[in-house]
């Protein structure tokens, strides 16, 4: 599915729907949702609690007839009708309207690399359900590279790497195209997944989800690869009584449990260097890689990347947002190259 600037020029409002995270950026209004992909619903009647912010915050201390549903997952909507009146309630009454003003209402959303069929109508049959009657689809890692002002349109190679909750892109572009691309199943989520489990094993401590974004600050004096502060202290259940308990944690021993999904990202760096061709190579290892996405800020993790592919290693000025801003950039006709094409998959 190909898509020219000049539809994208035509949309209303683009959305971004993310595993953490849902971002909509309306035309002349600029972004106006950023707020987690949560929502929280009465499981007796079906009626949605809340939205955002708030159904995130109830995650885990709800009573047993709400539930916090997340209608993305793996970057793929999973419930499109859960994420239709997720997306209701996050846009408001007053912005719903302006938008139902437009007699042709167009969208646009951004599709993670290689997102397959059924995945792309999922992300449409949503944005139809909101009264689009257009969807125009753009990859992901193109956005991305617009958003953070990588000259994609430029003869020479820049890599981008959108660092996700679910997922890690990795892709070299070149005159408004990419030239190699992947995409790794491991994203914050599986960082913070190896953190809570290796607490569990070593220590037999449960780990509330709200606590281990502490521990990851823990770990960042001196970055996921050299020696921050010996320990750090944290509070947890005990997996065997069940009481409250704090241990003392050597961040060293964390380090290495996070080694494993990070890996799975270095891999996927590897992979797309050897596929990409020598000329565009040698562009790279002057300008380096550029890193976006929320996971882009977990402590260190630039640092590692230096170390192991000896290559200068940037992170956005606000990495979480580049790609919805970047589809913004889009909509506002603000990408002048008209050789430029944003296609999707
Ligand atoms: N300061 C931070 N330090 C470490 N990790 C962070 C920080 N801020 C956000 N994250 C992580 O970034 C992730 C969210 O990133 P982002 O908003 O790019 O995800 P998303 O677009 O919803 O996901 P995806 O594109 O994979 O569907 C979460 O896993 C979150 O834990
Ligand atoms: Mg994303």
Redesign the pocket.
Known sequence: MTVSLDQLRRCHFAV????????VYVKGAGLVVDQ??AAAVNTRTGALIAVGDLAEKMTGRTPAYIRVVRP?S??TVVDIQMAQRMLRHLLGEKLRRALRRRPWLRAAA?T?HDADPLAQRATIETLVGLGAKRVELVD?LVAAAVGCGLPVEQPEASMIM????????IAVLSLGNIVTAERMPV???A??RAIVQHLRHEHALLLPSQS??PL??ALSDNGLTSHGPASTEIQGRDVATGLARSVRIDTAAVRVAIQTPLTAVLDGIGKVLRDCPPDLVADLADRGIMM????????G?DQMLRQATGMPVHIAER???C?IQGVGAMLEGRIPQLTFNPLAA
Not at 16 to 23: P, V
């Open positions: 971004d729907l993310g595993a953490a995270k849902t971002r987690p992909s993305v793996g970057g951004c993670p992901t959108v660092c996700g909750a679910a997922a890690t892109q994203g914050g989520e960082v913070d281990v974004r990851q600050i976006v996405g929320g996971s882009a800020l977990l402590p993790l990495p979480d947002i790609a």
